[in-house]
């Protein structure tokens, strides 16, 4: 599915739908499900491996961070191992998507 958002122009598609050329992958995280994040870090880490995210940018999506209890960006970082990404760019940002909170940062700053 092609979305332009300002001067932004992405292709968005499912895990499933994975596509070569990929330049970036957007991982959204839910910042207050803690019981999660092992789930989530396999996961992605999975992903990361495949041939056709290679040369991907990573920008993770600290979700619901609108709620009391949610991680901060800095705890989802070491959740979700993202130090051992040496090889790779990656970048975290807080969000809350109910708001558009970081959204537009993200994408201006990274994308």
Known sequence: ML???NIIRFT???VGGQDKNTQGLIFVVDS???DRFVEARDE???MLNEEELRDAVLLVFAN???LPNAMTAAEITDKLGLHSLSQRHWYIQSTCATSGEGLYEAFLQHC
């Open 3 to 5: 979305r332009q958002w």
């Open 12 to 14: 968005v598609w499912d």
């Open 32 to 34: 207050n499900d803690r």
């Open 44 to 46: 992605l880490h999975r």
């Open 64 to 66: 619901k961070q609108d």
